[in-house]
């Protein structure tokens, strides 16, 4: 966000400089600089046995299916992050986090932290802010997650990542968007 005036008091921004950035938008109110970085946010596959955990969150997907995901906080590590979103989100606790490098969402000053994780324990227990969650062949997962391009390139480096070999995962994907 390049923030103009200082979002805590108002006061017009000044610019100093920072001699690894450059200029940047500074409150001498509040001592302050407000770089232009983007939101962290991390997302994660989780797969128990031959399934993978799909949620349906219609405000960001109307008609796909999507990983899970979530912001992080501060004062929380990435890791931490993961755990905590899983947890409440779905109810489940995972083990074996294993990253899967980084994605950016410009247009919406997201980076995201990628991850896939195995289950541990818990049973579902869907949080009011998820409209559906639930366990989904990994083998259809491609398809259901139509509009999740980030989604999706997660699933295939998962795939990957299982050894998988098969052909029947990646039978909704043109030969394009497989490259
Ligand atoms: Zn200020």
Not at 33 to 45: E, G, N, Q, R, S
Not at 75 to 85: L, S, Y
Not at 103 to 113: A, F, G, P, R, V
């Amino acid at each position: 966000m390049k923030f103009k005036y200082c979002p805590i008091c108002g006061t017009k921004l000044e610019e100093k400089y920072s001699w690894d950035e450059g200029k940047v938008p500074f409150c001498p109110v509040d001592n302050i600089m407000y770089f232009d970085t983007p939101k962290p946010c991390i997302i994660v596959a989780i797969l128990k046995g031959d399934k993978i955990l799909l949620l349906k969150q219609s405000y960001i997907f109307k008609d796909s299916k999507v990983l899970l995901s979530g912001y992080v906080n501060n004062g929380e590590t990435v890791e931490e992050t993961v755990h905590r979103e899983v947890l409440e989100e779905a109810g489940l606790k995972i083990k074996n986090l294993k990253y899967l490098g980084s994605e950016c969402l410009e247009s919406k000053e997201i980076i995201m932290l990628t991850f896939m994780a195995e289950y541990e324990s818990g049973e579902i227990n869907k949080s009011p802010e998820v409209e559906w969650v639930d366990w989904s062949n990994i083998e259809d997962a491609l398809c259901e997650m139509n509009e999740d391009k980030i989604g999706k390139k997660i699933v295939k480096k998962v795939l990957k990542e299982i050894g998988y070999n098969g052909e029947k995962a990646y039978r909704c994907e043109s030969d394009n968007s497989n490259a």
